[in-house]
């Protein structure tokens, strides 16, 4: 088994300055808001009962629990929940999928398991995780460690930033001395950003409403 754990790429000050629009000023909300994203440590979002399967397994049968608990993936743990590895849905899909042209294929989960893996640990930085999951730092920020530009093109940073999206997997194990002790998936990320961000929206939506009614 080789898993390491979710370091995001640095960017020093002067390549994100350099980089990146003016911003006008914050408010008094929005740096209470911020402030409170970088506090956040994975333990306080993850799922500390997920779906998890045994090695042996059956695939059918991994395919069914997957499907019944709404989950697109799941870790793989011995019965002391150690962490052994890692299975999406694409895996148990492309499995099923070869059927027709082999009848040698493999039947339990530890046959398919993805045994390199990227883990978090429960007191790490949500925002951090949140960073390495939705941008390419390196696309955003195309430059060398003394800021030279490395790009064949200009592009602005907003059009750096729709082409910056991460190619990275949408859930890790959180774990603790080998020992899984949670998930962390990209919903609970948004759920977190949808309650954080609710309260300015509605009342945005009550002010427009006033108005509209004076």
Same mark, same amino acid.
């Given at each position: 088994?080789?898993?390491?754990?979710?370091?995001?790429?640095?960017?020093?000050?002067?390549?994100?300055?350099?980089?990146?629009?003016?911003?006008?000023?914050?408010?008094?909300?929005d740096?209470a808001?911020?402030?409170?994203?970088?506090? %956040? +440590?994975?333990s306080?979002?993850?799922?500390?009962?997920?779906?998890?399967?045994?090695a042996?397994?059956s695939?059918?049968?991994?395919?069914?629990?997957?499907?019944?608990?709404?989950?697109?993936?799941?870790p793989?743990?011995?019965?002391?929940?150690?962490l %052994?590895?890692? +299975?999406?849905?694409?895996? %148990?899909?492309?499995?099923?999928?070869?059927?027709?042209?082999?009848?040698?294929?493999?039947?339990?989960?530890?046959?398919?398991?993805?045994?390199?893996?990227?883990?978090?640990?429960?007191?790490?930085?949500?925002?951090?995780?949140?960073?390495?999951m939705?941008?390419?730092?390196?696309?955003?920020?195309?430059?060398?460690?003394?800021?030279?530009?490395?790009?064949?093109?200009y592009?602005?940073?907003?059009?750096?930033?729709?082409?910056?999206?991460?190619?990275?997997?949408?859930?890790?194990?959180?774990?603790?001395?080998g020992?899984?002790?949670? +998930?962390?998936?990209?919903?609970?990320?948004?759920?977190?950003?949808?309650n954080?961000?609710?309260?300015?929206h509605?009342?945005?939506?009550?002010?427009?409403?006033?108005?509209?009614?004076?």
């Amino acid at each position: 088994m080789n898993h390491s754990t979710v370091v995001p790429p640095s960017v020093n000050k002067y390549q994100a300055e350099q980089y990146r629009p003016n911003q006008p000023p914050s408010s008094q909300e929005d740096l209470a808001m911020h402030n409170k994203i970088q506090k %956040l +440590i994975i333990s306080e979002l993850m799922d500390t009962q997920p779906t998890s399967l045994l090695a042996d397994t059956s695939i059918y049968q991994a395919v069914i629990l997957l499907a019944k608990n709404n989950v697109r993936s799941a870790p793989v743990v011995d019965t002391d929940k150690q962490l %052994l590895g890692f +299975i999406s849905e694409q895996d %148990l899909m492309r499995s099923l999928w070869s059927e027709e042209f082999s009848s040698q294929l493999p039947t339990t989960v530890k046959d398919i398991m993805q045994t390199k893996m990227l883990t978090v640990a429960p007191t790490e930085k949500v925002v951090q995780l949140l960073e390495f999951m939705v941008v390419d730092k390196k696309k955003l920020f195309p430059v060398t460690d003394s800021g030279m530009y490395i790009s064949g093109n200009y592009q602005s940073y907003e059009a750096r930033l729709r082409d910056a999206a991460a190619v990275v997997p949408s859930a890790y194990p959180v774990v603790e001395n080998g020992r899984l002790c949670g +998930i962390i998936r990209r919903e609970a990320l948004m759920q977190m950003l949808a309650n954080l961000y609710r309260p300015k929206h509605q009342e945005t939506s009550r002010t427009a409403e006033q108005q509209s009614v004076a």
